[in-house]
């Protein structure tokens, strides 16, 4: 054993530890003794001769060092985790692609057709990974990437898959109350959540209804995912690409509060499938794409 490295077990046990906020709760996810991870810790702390842990009574807190450790560790296991995976899912003639994606279109446009890949696909792996900023693809590990733009990143080859098509304004039912619909001005009355990247949104929204824009008041969230589970919580009316909320307009968490047609965004705008130059004809990240495009069709 490397002699700087400690056991990958007392490692597991502190990340555990120091997520949950618990030795017991760590105890019972590994699936081990309270008292065995208590061990593992203290043989962790004394090899590294530092607290990773203030002990309250029966709580426990990470020190600011055991904070900045437990941040290092957590990444670390993450990555050897990964390379696992990676490993187990090599087989003949099959191929792993790493796909960079906003983790929204992700969870909701995604991952439910990831049954039909696999059938359509059977010998790809495909790991995704949330990113929501542009980056370049020929300086990291990824293979393509899936993002909203208006183009072609610089050094990549691809192609628009999918138009994002109209939003709509949407709440939780119990935010209505008994009322079915809303006025407008009703509508400016309630607190109007809003995309940190779309701060126009609202204002472009009702505009396009043809009234003053009100006081645009309400909070503002990075994803649209935690928009929607804001506005499905009761805390406001949200405006999201229909194709983002399918599921929870189906299943009725949340409802289009008023009779304005819904918006389309700016046609220049797409969600792009980008990947490096120069792929052979029949490479599986050409395959991954064809796919994506006949299932944005369909």
């Known amino acids: 054993m490397r002699k700087g490295i400690p056991s990958l077990t007392a490692l597991q046990m502190f990340e555990a530890a120091a997520r949950l906020g618990s030795f017991t709760r760590a105890a019972d996810e590994l699936a081990v ?20 842990f203030h002990r309250i009574r029966k709580r426990i807190a990470l020190t600011p ?25 090599q087989r003949p003639l099959g191929r792993s692609i790493e796909l960079a ?24 792996t495909l790991n995704l990974s949330s990113r929501t900023e542009p980056f370049e693809l020929a300086e990291t590990a990824f293979d393509a990437a899936i ?4 183009g072609i990143w610089p050094g990549t080859e691809g192609e628009p898959i999918l138009q994002e098509g109209p939003s709509v304004p949407v709440c939780s ?3 209505l109350g008994r009322r079915k619909r809303l006025d407008l001005e009703q509508l400016g009355e309630l607190p109007l959540l ?8 609202w204002s472009d929204w009702f505009t396009a209804a ?17 928009l929607a589970q804001a506005a499905a919580a009761g805390l406001g009316v949200a405006l999201i690409p229909r194709i ?36 052979e004809p029949g490479d599986k990240v050409l395959q991954l794409r064809d796919w994506l495009r006949a299932s944005a069709a369909g």
């Open 65 to 89: 060092a055991g904070g900045i450790y437990a941040d290092e560790v957590r990444q670390r296991l993450e990555q050897i985790e990964q390379v696992t995976l990676d490993v187990m899912a």
């Open 101 to 124: 994606i906003g983790p929204t279109f992700a969870s909701h446009w995604l991952v439910p057709r990831l049954p039909d890949m696999a059938r359509a696909l059977p010998d790809l």
């Open 147 to 150: 993002y909203y733009g208006e």
């Open 194 to 201: 809003h995309l940190t990247t779309r701060l126009r949104a």
């Open 210 to 226: 043809g009234v003053a824009p009100p006081t645009l008041r309400g909070p503002r969230y990075d994803l649209y995912t935690m």
């Open 244 to 279: 983002l909320i399918a599921a929870e307009l189906e299943h009725g968490r949340l409802v289009v509060p008023v009779r304005m047609p819904a918006v389309a965004p700016d046609n220049r705008k797409a969600y792009y499938f980008v990947h490096r130059r120069g792929l």
């Open 173 to 175: 039912p119990a935010l």
């Open 33 to 52: 003794t309270e008292s065995a991870v208590c061990r593992q810790i203290a043989g962790l702390e004394a090899r590294l001769g530092i607290a990773l």
